[in-house]
């Protein structure tokens, strides 16, 4: 018991109290770290058997108490702020804490200071109380059990919201007095500011942590020719020291077809994860683990912090992922305009040539038939003559689907149906293909819409593809043709089961006298034919092709053909 005498020495002891309860709350300690040594400092300081500390937090009591026998220990809890009385007799600690920390309830035999505290001599002894609120003022008895025979209660504030509530259990009776109540107010006041400030700095730190880790992958995606697989690699290593306890944390990023852990990975028995969207699609999840078991009384094992520290990293990951889709896009879209590009120089250029050429060829082709009429030949020179013919038609033949593919000549447009056009064309490779061991397939959906087109060009549209087609399978193999209806289009599928293409030459099929087939099997200019067709069709052509497996050519034309002049 502490009187006013040594008033000196009240204040030391005071000054020790307050330095040591001030200096744990810059330390930012994980709030029950922070009560359990608290809690010791009221134990080395005091006479006390026992020492509560709670305090208010998520609409809940965070409880340590720490006890001198039969050897120092702490125990923690986590308690409803919300006990309320039942029946007539109070013998619930949690409901007396919660009427005392309220300032709810007045005492029969003992003053409430104007701070809210009290104090009980004697727990051996009847004691009751009478909860004042606004709709209640009922008196109870009050039970405490009586180890403990003195107790002290002393509330405190903690922010505007928050209050606290420091309770020294002491087993002889009449252990407390005024003063000591004055002196453990005036204590109570600092632990409130300490635990309050505790609050802050742990807050700041996670702020910080959060921040660092925002700055690395800032860092990591500065550099525009960073491999993703390496930033991804970075991102995960940066999640361990944005945790409560880096040495145990371990993270992971999957994305749809690869993921990324930090090192020494293992799944953990606690588990946190924020999925990753990109334009609106799940394509992945970041995952921190717990390695071992941590208390889940806080907030779950896990702080609010970490919680909004995975969802912006995974935040993150999806605008890169989405930037790099994007660049991806507009890379491809450039490398189509080129290739676009490219491909109508070529197609000017050829159809110049072309012109120019075939008037000498004409020159050459009439003379030589001239000469081939005149009697006075020999057979060899005949037989030279008609060689001449032949390549000079041959020549010519090249000449028409180079100016083809330039889109020179005017299409024939009629009314067509794609059925009709396309079933004839095939009637003439059904016995090749049966000689090739391939399978021909039909599947022509019935009552296509006609569409206004050129017969001929459409046929030698089919007759370019089936080609190809059938050079793609020598060892034979299946041919699919399919026409169908959709939305906006009418198609014509042609699918193999070749040799298939690379990326390589995917790439280049369009461009005239591209071929990569022997001199006397292909000139290269098949496809580029056909793309003139179907652009002067206003149609589209799609190429999905995989090497070893076999190639679909899907030829689109559009609806709109059908009311075309
Ligand atoms: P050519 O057939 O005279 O070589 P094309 O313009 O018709 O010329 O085709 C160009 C190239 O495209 C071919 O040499 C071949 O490499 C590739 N190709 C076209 N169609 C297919 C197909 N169905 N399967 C595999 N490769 C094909
Ligand atoms: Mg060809």
């Excluded at 986590?78 to 029946?87: D, F, K, Q, T």
């Excluded at 003022?137 to 025979?149: E, M, R």
């Excluded at 990324?260 to 970041?286: D, H, M, S, W």
Aim: charged share 25%; with cysteine.
């Amino acid at each position: 018991m502490k009187t006013n005498r040594d008033s000196l020495a009240l204040l030391e002891e005071f000054r020790t109290y307050a330095h040591q309860i001030l200096a744990l709350a810059n330390r930012g300690l994980p709030r029950f770290d922070f009560l359990r040594e608290v809690a010791k400092i009221f134990l080395d300081n005091s006479t006390c058997d026992a020492v509560e500390l709670r305090t208010e937090g998520h609409g809940r009591w965070f409880i340590c108490e720490g006890v001198r026998h039969p050897e120092i220990s702490f125990k923690i809890d986590v308690r409803s702020l919300n006990a309320e009385i039942h029946g007539d007799t109070v013998s619930d600690f949690d409901v007396f804490s919660n009427l005392a920390a309220k300032l709810q309830i007045e005492l029969n035999d003992s003053e409430i200071t104007d701070k809210g505290s009290f104090w009980v001599s004697d727990t051996s002894q009847k004691i009751t109380i009478s909860q004042r609120t606004e709709s209640t003022d009922k008196s109870f008895d009050v039970d405490l059990g009586d180890l403990y025979k003195s107790l002290a209660f002393i509330p405190f504030t903690i922010d505007d919201e928050n209050s606290g509530l420091i309770v020294l259990k002491c087993m002889e009776s009449h252990s407390f007095n005024d003063y000591d109540i004055e002196f453990y107010e005036g204590i109570a006041a600092i632990l409130g500011l300490a635990v309050a400030d505790r609050r802050t700095q742990v807050a700041l730190r996670e702020r910080v942590k959060e921040l660092t880790c925002l700055y690395g992958i800032a860092r990591l995606i500065e550099d525009p020719n960073r491999p993703l697989d390496e930033i991804m690699q970075g991102i995960v290593e940066l999640i361990p020291p944005g945790w409560m306890y880096p040495e145990i944390t371990f993270g992971r990023i999957t994305l749809n077809n690869s993921s990324y852990c930090t090192q020494l990975f293992q799944e953990g028995p606690q588990r946190l994860a924020a999925p990753v969207i990109v334009n609106g699609q799940l394509c992945g999840k970041v995952e921190v683990f717990y390695a071992e078991k941590k208390r889940e009384l806080d907030e779950g094992p896990f702080l609010k912090e970490e919680r909004h520290l995975i969802d912006a990293i995974a935040r993150e990951v999806s605008h890169i992922l989405e930037h790099k889709q994007a660049n991806k896009e507009k890379d491809k879209l450039q490398e189509q305009l080129r290739h676009a590009d490219r491909l109508a120089t070529i197609g000017q250029l050829a159809a110049g040539v072309a012109h120019e050429l075939n008037e000498p060829l004409g020159n050459i082709l009439g003379f030589a038939q001239l000469a081939q009429k005149s009697q006075d030949t020999s057979l060899q020179l005949d037989d030279d003559l008609s060689k001449i013919v032949d390549a000079t038609l041959q020549a010519r033949e090249i000449i028409k689907k180079l100016i083809v593919f330039a889109r020179q000549t005017p299409s024939q447009l009629a009314k067509v149906n794609l059925n009709e056009i396309f079933a004839k064309g095939l009637y003439f490779f059904e016995a090749r293909c049966n000689k090739a061991g391939i399978e021909l397939v039909k599947e022509f959906e019935d009552g296509l819409p006609e569409i206004k087109a050129d017969q001929a060009q459409l046929n030698q549209v089919l007759v370019n593809l089936v080609v190809n087609a059938i050079q793609a399978m020598p060892q034979g193999g299946k041919l699919t043709v399919r026409t169908y209806v959709s939305e906006d289009s009418l198609n014509l599928i042609v699918e193999d089961t070749g040799i298939g293409m690379s990326e390589e030459v995917r790439r280049q099929i369009f461009v005239p006298f591209f071929t990569t087939k022997d001199i006397d099997e292909g000139t290269g200019l098949g496809l580029p034919v056909v793309h003139g067709i179907v652009t002067s069709h206003l149609g589209l052509i799609k190429v999905d092709s995989e090497v070893g497996k076999g190639t679909q050519f899907i030829i689109q034309f559009p609806l709109s053909n059908r009311n075309k002049g």
